[in-house]
Antibody, heavy 117, light 107 residues
Framework: EVQLVETGGGLIHPGGPLRLSCAAS????????MSWVRQAPGMGLEWVSV???????YYAESVRGRFIISRDNSRNTLHLQMNSLRAEDTAVYYC???????????WGQGTLVTVSS | EIVMTQSPATLSVSPGERATLSCRAS??????LAWYQQEPGQAPRLLIY???TRATGVPARFSGSVSGTEFTLTISSLQSEDFAVYYC?????????FGGGTRVEIK
């Protein structure tokens, strides 16, 4: 059974860094495209970043230059390093596995990041 | 960036009735369109991909169709567990983009 468990969320001051992790089981993260998707309180879904292959990454314009996605094959884990956080980054962050196309066939339960002073 | 527009924002339907949700892409996305269901406090769940292919375990009352850049999700007979928010997502081009969602509520 595929399972994704996100950790690392919390309350952080504007400008601060935070690192999210997504532990995968039931499949190998290195074999699939993996993304982070976020959802601000009461709002819709926003794709954030993807990691695939040997290290190909893409980012949404809203986070490019501030967030870094990475993968630890030995721990079967995806990470999202978030720097220079802003209030508008406040959201539940989901880790998601891509299906055969770039739709999301499996999701974690999400981790809440709150950026506030 | 491809903009996905969902309508209506809210749909009020009685249990047992049919619900029709729309999603329009700002440019062609071929059939690279997925639908998700999200219940309160839960992660989204994949319903449909490839515009019309049901994901594993999704009941047959859910169906998807496409005409050009207009996509439709139809729920043939609403059950109590179907009252939720539905999102479409295109995966034809980066960045991947979602529609704003349609809330299906009990009438």
């Amino acid at each position: 059974e595929v399972q994704l468990v996100e950790t690392g969320g919390g309350l952080i001051h504007p400008g601060g860094p935070l690192r999210l992790s997504c532990a995968a089981s039931g499949f190998t993260v290195s074999s699939d495209y993996m993304s982070w998707v976020r959802q601000a309180p009461g709002m819709g879904l926003e794709w954030v970043s993807v990691f695939y292959g040997s290290g190909t990454t893409y980012y949404a314009e809203s986070v490019r230059g501030r967030f870094i996605i990475s993968r630890d094959n030995s721990r079967n884990t995806l990470h999202l390093q978030m720097n220079s956080l802003r209030a508008e980054d406040t959201a539940v962050y989901y880790c998601a596995r891509h299906g055969s196309g770039s739709y999301f066939d499996s999701w974690g339960q999400g981790t809440l990041v709150t950026v506030s002073s | 960036e491809i903009v996905m527009t969902q309508s209506p924002a809210t749909l009020s339907v009685s249990p047992g009735e049919r619900a029709t949700l729309s999603c329009r892409a700002s440019q062609s996305v071929s059939s690279n369109l997925a639908w998700y269901q999200q219940e309160p406090g839960q992660a989204p769940r994949l319903l449909i991909y490839g515009a019309s292919t049901r994901a594993t375990g999704v009941p047959a009352r859910f169906s998807g169709s496409v005409s050009g850049t207009e996509f439709t999700l139809t729920i043939s007979s609403l059950q109590s567990e179907d009252f939720a928010v539905y999102y479409c997502q295109q995966y034809d081009n980066w960045p991947l983009t979602f529609g704003g969602g349609t809330r299906v509520e009990i009438k």
